[in-house]
């Protein structure tokens, strides 16, 4: 059964500090992987999508990278504002299922 | 429409009672998905529909939780008799194709219900 982790639970940063959010996966067999945004009390907002062929996808500020080899991805913000406070998730498929397993989410404070 | 569309965003109701939330998805969308997300807990995968075919239930919890999609239009997601611990923001998302094809899901912003 595929489980995600994401590490840290929660972060605190400072203003236009670049910082790394980790996701791992126990079934490095994954074929789709998408990062989300989620602020409080609302939906979640796709960040990043990477497709089965792709290493890496770029978004303005955002980077995310996938190591199939080993279930880890991370999430690189470069040069935080507080306006990036929110909860970051991770979400992968399930060994040739159509789920997207999703972790419990990175909580990003940036203090201005 | 735009983007995901969801109602109600807010349902309180009495234990015991049953609800029935709405999800609109993206048109032309052809996958569909419902996740649950209690209070400082992850989501969790209910149920699945992918164009007109079987949909996959392997994440409803009960035989209380049902839902039902006509075609690639709007999706009911029906729960009988609740209980507490139904309490959750109901997330409905979609994609083109399913997540095996161009992948990318988007999510509408949830029905919050409340069982009293």
């Known amino acids: 059964k595929q489980e995600v982790t994401q590490i840290p639970a929660a972060l605190s940063v400072p203003e236009g500090e670049n910082l790394v959010l980790n996701c791992s996966f126990t079934?490095?067999?994954?074929?789709?992987l998408q990062w989300f945004r989620q602020d409080p009390g609302k939906g979640l907002t796709s960040l990043l999508l990477i497709q089965s062929s792709q290493r890496e996808q770029t978004s303005g500020r955002l980077n995310a990278s996938l190591d199939k080899s080993s279930g880890r991805s991370t999430l690189y913000i470069a040069a935080s504002q507080p306006g990036d406070s929110a909860t970051y998730l991770c979400?992968?498929?399930?060994?040739?299922?159509?789920?997207?397993?999703f972790g419990k989410g990175t909580k990003l404070t940036v203090n201005p | 429409g735009a983007g995901v569309s969801q109602s109600p965003s807010n349902k309180v109701t009495e234990k015991g009672k049953d609800v029935e939330l709405r999800c609109d998805p993206i048109s032309g969308h052809t996958a569909l998905y419902w996740y649950r997300q209690r209070l400082g807990q992850g989501l969790e995968f209910l149920i699945y529909f992918q164009g007109n075919s079987a949909p996959d239930k392997s994440g409803l919890p009960s035989d209380r939780f049902s839902a039902e999609r006509t075609g690639e239009s709007v999706s009911t997601l029906t729960i009988q008799r609740t209980q507490q611990e139904d309490s959750a923001v109901y997330l409905c998302?979609?994609?083109?194709?399913?997540?095996?094809?161009?992948?990318?899901?988007?999510f509408g912003e949830g029905s919050r219900l409340t069982v009293l």
């Open positions: 998302a979609s994609s083109l194709g399913g997540y095996w094809n161009t992948g990318e899901l988007f």
């Open positions: 079934d490095s067999a994954i074929y789709n």
């Open positions: 979400a992968g498929t399930q060994g040739g299922s159509e789920k997207l397993v």
